[in-house]
Nanobody, 115 residues
Framework: QVQLAESAGGLVQAGGSLRLSCSISGSFAGIDSLGWYRQAPGKERELVTIMTRGGNTNSADSVKGRFTISIDNAKNTAFLQMNMLKPEDTAVYYC?????????WGQGAQVTVSS
């Protein structure tokens, strides 16, 4: 059973930075894609950024140039570095992987950006 354990989110002022981590049980073998989605109150879950097995990255226009995804293969951990945060980035952030044609989600991390 694949499990994703996310770090806690946090409260940050606009313009600040925050890094989320996602520890993935098992190896990275078989992972087709890895990334983050987010869901703001009253809104649908949306893609933030995702990396495919080939190393290509697709990000929402709203976060391009501010958010970066990275992977530490030795620790089976992925990171989402968020810079220049804006109040509209406030949401619950979910780590996501697709492995062997199945989808797995982290428990979610609340990120709140104050103006």
């Amino acid at each position: 059973q694949v499990q994703l354990a996310e770090s806690a989110g946090g409260l940050v002022q606009a313009g600040g930075s925050l890094r989320l981590s996602c520890s993935i049980s098992g190896s990275f073998a078989g992972i087709d894609s890895l990334g983050w989605y987010r869901q703001a109150p009253g809104k649908e879950r949306e893609l933030v950024t995702i990396m495919t097995r080939g190393g290509n990255t697709n990000s929402a226009d709203s976060v391009k140039g501010r958010f970066t995804i990275s992977i530490d293969n030795a620790k089976n951990t992925a990171f989402l570095q968020m810079n220049m945060l804006k109040p509209e980035d406030t949401a619950v952030y979910y780590c996501y992987i697709r492995k062997f044609s199945s989808d797995y989600w982290g428990q979610g991390a609340q990120v709140t950006v104050s103006s």
